[in-house]
């Protein structure tokens, strides 16, 4: 099974709200990816946690918060967002990422969101 | 830095073979991917091969390497309308002890019927 889920599908939120985006694995993987994509683009890395700990964050505005409450879990925490934010944030996970040969990333299928 | 490149598309008639490249820069590489993107989905992981292999083939996949060149291609033997999407190239490098993936910028597969 390699499968990440994610939630929700798609996500509609305004410039003041907060909401959430929700990523599992039940794969005993101890890396988790957040990537965001915009159309036609290939994906961007935003954060990497290894062992639920935050080993990247690639210089991401602060009104992406990102979270990891155990192994298996990854949320997003988003709030005052910008349009431009509008896109496809895509999770993955991955053995690992220290050791070599456990590196293949699995990704989810991805929460679309729309900033109006 | 890391770059991969990739043409932008491909276009093929129903049965026929599409042969998708990639060429990357970093001689380090340990996995070289490809990934599968169809419209509005996520990304789904094709296959990979070791970068001291030369080639794989799982059923109608064909994934060449040249290691020498830098070259990377996906064959896709009798390719059906369902093989539409945009395919990514991906490699992975090592920095400060850890694995991350570079991409490239993909190449939407277009099948005609």
């Known amino acids: 099974d390699t499968e990440v889920t994610q939630t929700p599908k798609h996500l509609v939120m305004g410039m003041t709200n907060k909401k959430s985006l929700k990523c599992e694995q039940h794969?005993?993987?101890?890396?988790m990816y957040w990537y965001k994509q915009k159309a036609k683009k290939p994906p961007e890395l935003m954060f990497v946690?290894?062992?639920?700990?935050?080993?990247i964050n690639e210089s991401v505005p602060s009104r992406f918060s990102p979270e990891c409450p155990n192994s298996s879990l990854l949320n997003l925490h988003l709030h005052a967002l910008q349009p431009e934010d509008s896109a496809l944030y895509l999770c993955?996970?991955?053995?690992?990422?220290?050791?070599?040969?456990?590196?293949?990333?699995?990704f989810g299928p991805g929460t679309r969101l729309l900033v109006l | 830095g890391e770059d991969v490149e990739q043409s932008l598309f491909l276009s093929v008639r129903e049965g026929d073979s599409s042969v998708i490249n990639c060429t990357y820069t970093d001689s380090s590489s340990t996995y070289l991917y490809w990934y599968k993107q169809e419209p509005g989905a996520g990304l789904q992981l094709l296959t990979y091969i070791f970068s001291n292999m030369d080639m794989k083939q799982d059923q109608r996949l064909t994934v060449l390497l040249n290691k020498k060149d830098k070259h990377l291609s996906l064959r896709i033997a009798d390719t059906q309308t369902g093989d539409s999407a945009i395919y990514f190239c991906?490699?992975?490098?090592?920095?400060?002890?850890?694995?991350?993936?570079?991409f490239g910028k993909g190449t939407k597969l277009s099948v005609i019927p």
């Open positions: 993955a996970s991955s053995q690992d990422r220290l050791a070599r040969g456990t590196e293949t990333q699995y």
């Open positions: 794969m005993g993987h101890r890396a």
């Open positions: 991906a490699e992975t490098y090592s920095g400060a002890g850890s694995y991350q993936l570079t």
């Open positions: 946690y290894s062992y639920e700990k935050l080993s």
